[in-house]
């Protein structure tokens, strides 16, 4: 059950996770977190007429356009005091006004945006934001002399992609394959500088938590699928087996069970105490022998026994009264 309940959590984690980042993919797509551009495009002439706008970004007023142009970080307006609000850059200038662009407030920072001014006479018409994967992103190539459609070339990359007669490029289905640096070029004209195309990667983390959070629900699916499986099994009749019942041996029947234990009852004999006065042999200890000696006759004192031996040795005994030899 612990298992269980911890898997459903972690799949109503995912699942939030997941609502999570598709709302935030539709901000996204509202435009609510980079800095608004008119025109909305990448690429501007030099001399045109620039805005870039912060106000209601996360529904808050108050924000500074900020640019980095040659590694210089400073606010778009001319001066600190007037740098909230709109910016607009009147008679835009390639080495003043190119660079990056992004919306600040104390510690708060937007996505950045990249805009191109060129003194050329082709620029090509990108999205400023990126798109989608599955959406349709359309190209265009102009010419600042002339708007009459012309012959032109479109590139990705250095490699032409296509050609088109109206200076119109349509990728149907955008992925991210179709990421990286695009260009035109117009017959019997210059070409346009490279504008990166960007996917938003919000997409692919949204993909990857739903992933996830199917792993997961699958995952749970076959485990209490496991679960009953293994209870039917144990609780069904078929599982329990008869125990093999026990043969009754009569009393009579002197016969040891295998499955049982036989004992077998010794009787050692008491030892009996006796007295310390009687001098009996006890049964357990040693056993001793009586060993009658002959009696040996008395000669009488008087008698002198002379004892042969060799001639050149002769002993005499006597015994006196004393006992002494």
Not at 262 to 268: D, F, H, N, Q
Not at 275 to 280: L, R, S
Request: proline share 6%; with cysteine.
């Amino acid at each position: 059950m612990e298992v269980t309940s911890l898997c459903i959590r972690l799949l109503m984690t995912m699942l939030l996770l997941l609502v999570a980042q598709v709302n935030f993919n539709y901000s996204q797509k509202a435009d609510s977190s980079f800095p608004q551009v008119v025109p909305n495009r990448q690429q501007h002439f030099e001399y045109e007429s620039i805005d870039v706008s912060c106000e209601g970004l996360e529904g808050l007023t108050g924000w500074r356009v900020m640019r980095k142009i040659k590694r210089v970080i400073k606010t778009c307006s001319s001066t600190w005091s007037t740098s909230t609000g709109p910016c607009t850059i009147n008679n835009a200038f390639p080495a003043s006004d190119s660079g990056e662009y992004w919306c600040e407030m104390s510690v708060k920072k937007s996505n950045t945006v990249n805009i191109t001014v060129t003194a050329g006479s082709v620029i090509m018409g990108s999205p400023v934001l990126p798109v989608m994967e599955g959406e349709a992103v359309t190209l265009s190539c102009r010419q600042k002399q002339t708007s009459t459609n012309l012959t032109t070339q479109f590139f990705k990359d250095g490699h032409l992609m296509e050609k088109s007669s109206t200076g119109i490029m349509t990728i149907h289905n955008v992925s991210k394959s179709d990421e990286g640096l695009y260009k035109c070029r117009i017959s019997g004209a210059r070409e346009s500088p490279e504008s990166w195309l960007a996917l938003s990667l919000l997409f692919y983390v949204g993909i990857a938590v739903f992933l996830v959070a199917l792993l997961l629900l699958v995952g749970l699916l076959h485990y209490r699928k496991h679960q009953t499986i293994t209870r039917d099994t144990l609780m069904s009749p078929s599982s329990f087996q008869p125990l093999p019942s026990l043969q009754t041996v009569p009393e009579e029947a002197n016969v040891a069970v295998p499955s049982q234990t036989t004992y077998a009852v010794v009787t050692k004999p008491r030892r009996e105490r006796v007295p310390e006065e009687a001098n009996v042999a006890v049964p357990s200890q040693t056993t001793y022998a009586v060993v009658t000696k002959p009696r040996r006759e008395r000669v009488p004192e008087e008698a002198n026994v002379a004892v042969l031996v060799p001639d050149d040795i002769c002993w005499c005994v006597t015994k006196t009264q004393n006992g002494e030899r």
